[in-house]
């Protein structure tokens, strides 16, 4: 499949709406840290997950994913 737009591309968006679905296995792997809340915004240039989270002593952390499609090399 060529991609004909990037800004953003359906890859991107269907590659960030999956983090936002997986949020809950996600959080299995991070080690004593709760995910309190997901926003996603997907129309951006580059789609962005932000996760905020929350570790075992009560610290609020933030961790942003934005996606970027590499453009196609063909």
Same mark, same amino acid.
């Given at each position: 499949? /060529?991609?004909? #737009?990037?800004?953003? &591309?359906?890859?991107?968006? $269907?590659? #960030?709406? #999956?983090?936002?679905?997986? @949020? %809950?296995?996600? @959080? /299995?792997?991070?080690? %004593?840290? @709760?995910?309190?809340?997901?926003? &996603?915004?997907?129309? +951006? $240039?580059?789609?962005?997950? /932000?996760?905020?989270?929350? $570790?075992?002593? %009560? $610290? ?5 994913? +934005?996606?970027? @499609?590499?453009?196609? /090399?063909?």
């Amino acid at each position: 499949m /060529k991609t004909v #737009a990037y800004n953003p &591309s359906t890859l991107e968006v $269907d590659f #960030a709406n #999956a983090l936002y679905i997986l @949020q %809950g296995e996600i @959080q /299995k792997h991070l080690q %004593g840290n @709760q995910v309190i809340h997901v926003e &996603s915004n997907l129309k +951006r $240039d580059n789609p962005m997950v /932000k996760f905020n989270l929350l $570790d075992k002593d %009560g $610290d609020p952390h933030e961790i942003v994913v +934005r996606i970027v @499609q590499i453009p196609d /090399k063909f």
